[in-house]
């Protein structure tokens, strides 16, 4: 689902060739930022979870400009916000992205996109 997301936003952006997003560089980069222990934007999704770190901040923007709190760069944070404007701007539906921004902006609890999106 993220990949297909990923891919929408791509062609409405100009993109031509599908094999872009799904060549071992395009799925191995999601995959590694997603799953991998080493990845800042899956250890910045569970410090949310386990360690409530939103609470320390008043939005997005906030958590941008004082990203130095967090102690690492979850690079996700800065195109979670570029995203939702480019999606906004080009009437893209992009439910995943947008309910990671709705999270990241305390407009919506992860548990409540998870039965929303899974459901």
Known sequence: AGLNEI???????????????????????????????????RRFGRDIILKNCLKDFIDLDDIIKNISKIGYLPEGLVACKNIQEISEAKNTKLPI??????????????????KEFMF
Do not use: W
Request: glycine share 12%; proline share 4%; aromatic share 8%.
């Open 7 to 41: 891919q929408t936003l791509g062609f409405e952006m100009g993109a031509t060739h599908a094999e872009t997003f799904t060549s071992i560089a395009g799925v191995g980069d999601l995959d590694v930022t997603s799953r991998s222990p080493l990845g800042r934007n």
């Open 97 to 114: 992205c947008n309910g990671l921004y709705k999270i990241l902006n305390k407009e919506m609890q992860p548990i409540d996109f998870l």
